[in-house]
Nanobody, 128 residues
Framework: QVHLMESGGDSVQAGGSLNLSCVVS??????VGWFRQAPGNEREGVLI????????YYGDSVLGRFTWSRDPAKNTLYLQMNSLKPEDTAMYYC???????????????????????WGQGTQVTVSS
């Protein structure tokens, strides 16, 4: 059974940094990563990693500011967020791909319908 749990959300000032963690269990291959959702907005892909190798998906608004790392020994995926902006304020979710909805070529897309497994979310608030 796939289980994801996020942590690390906080309130920071613009220009600051945060590092989110996602402990992933029961998921070994495919696309896994981060989405976010602000009140009144649709859930959007932030950064998605193909565990089996391939191209990482980056949301346009985070390219150059957000990066990722992974500790396989801890089954943990990290999202390093730098140069945070007020518009980064959202609930951040960790998600893993639905095996029945793989995109052609195994591409990781930033579309929530590709993902079946979700964490409970962690809140990030950036003040100006």
């Amino acid at each position: 059974q796939v289980h994801l749990m996020e942590s690390g959300g906080d309130s920071v000032q613009a220009g600051g940094s945060l590092n989110l963690s996602c402990v992933v269990s029961g998921f070994r291959s495919g696309c896994v990563g981060w989405f976010r959702q602000a009140p009144g907005n649709e859930r959007e892909g932030v950064l998605i990693i193909p565990l089996g190798g391939g191209r990482t998906y980056y949301g346009d608004s985070v390219l150059g500011r957000f990066t990722w790392s992974r500790d396989p020994a801890k089954n943990t995926l990290y999202l390093q967020m730098n140069s945070l902006k007020p518009e980064d304020t959202a609930m951040y979710y960790c998600a893993a791909e639905d095996p029945g909805r793989k995109a052609p070529g195994g591409v990781c897309l930033g579309e929530s319908r590709q993902y079946a497994f979700w964490g409970q979310g962690t809140q990030v608030t950036v003040s100006s």
